[in-house]
Every structure is written in structure tokens, then in C-alpha cells.
């Protein structure tokens, strides 16, 4: 009779521990509006990349736009940096700390993503230049926060 109970007690645990990648772009894509967002200037997210505990989302606003890199943590999505170009190099994405496989593949699935972009759109994006590491302080600059 014990272990009858187990196997659906283990599954419940397991399930815990399984990625929900839709639940995860969903969330992304929510701190990216978050972030850049606003009423006055429509923003449009996508596509989202997600590896391991890192994602990268495009997003253009009017005639600008960039590349968003999140970290998953304790409290959930964070930003880390925002970028144009530069930071769909897995090698830049390395040195922004996210892990070798992870930069890899994020960099890969998201110059396939891409591909199917308008230039148009792809060229707002490359409109950010350099990369703004510091968020918060970006934030302040803004008066909220």
C-alpha cells in the first residue's frame, strides 16, 4: 500500500523541478514591458530566447529598440544589461556572466530567431548602442525608483 502513494507524491516533487519555458518567456516578456514600457510608447516585445537561467529579449519602442539580457534569481527574472548588436555574441554574453553552453545556445537559437525579422525592425534594434550595465542607476535617472 506504501507504494502506491509514492510514485504520484514524486511526480508532484519532480514536476517542480521541470523548466516551464512558456511560463518563463511570459515572465520576460512582462519584466521587459516592465522596464521599457509605457503608455505614451507602445513597446514590442520578441522573440525571447531562454537557456538555463538566462534570456535575452528583443524589443523596439517607436524608432529605437535593443536586446534585453535577463538573469533568473531567487525573486525571479532580472535585468542585467541591455544592449543593441553586441550582445548576440556568445562571446560577450560570456562576459556579461552568462555560462559557456547557455551563451552558446542563446546566441545560436537567437540569430535563427532573428532571421525572420523585417530589417526594418532588426535596424531599430542596432539603433542602442554600447550597453547600459547599470539599470538602476538608469532608473534614478528617470526619478522613480
Known amino acids: 500500500m506504501p507504494e502506491r502513494w509514492w510514485w504520484p507524491v514524486a511526480a508532484l516533487l519532480l514536476t517542480g523541478c521541470i523548466p516551464n519555458t ?3 518567456e511570459s515572465k520576460v516578456r512582462a519584466a521587459t514591458e516592465a522596464h521599457f514600457g509605457s503608455p505614451l ?3 514590442d516585445v520578441g522573440p525571447i530566447v531562454l537557456s538555463g537561467d538566462h ?9 529605437f529598440g535593443g536586446r534585453a ?8 527574472w532580472s535585468l ?7 550582445i548576440r555574441r556568445a562571446e560577450n554574453l560570456k562576459q556579461a556572466g552568462v555560462p559557456d553552453f547557455n551563451a552558446g545556445w542563446i546566441a ?3 540569430a535563427a530567431a532573428e532571421a525572420g525579422l523585417p530589417p526594418e525592425r532588426l ?6 548602442v554600447g550597453t547600459a550595465a547599470d539599470h538602476e542607476k538608469y532608473l534614478k535617472t528617470l526619478g522613480g525608483k
Open 69 to 76: 539580457l535577463f538573469e533568473r534569481g531567487t525573486y525571479g
Open 80 to 86: 542585467l544589461l541591455c544592449s543593441g548588436d553586441s
Open 123 to 128: 535596424a531599430r534594434m542596432k539603433r542602442f
Open 22 to 24: 512558456v511560463l518563463d
Open 41 to 43: 510608447a507602445p513597446i
Open 108 to 110: 545560436d537559437r537567437l
Open 55 to 63: 534570456a535575452i529579449a528583443d524589443w523596439t519602442q517607436g524608432d
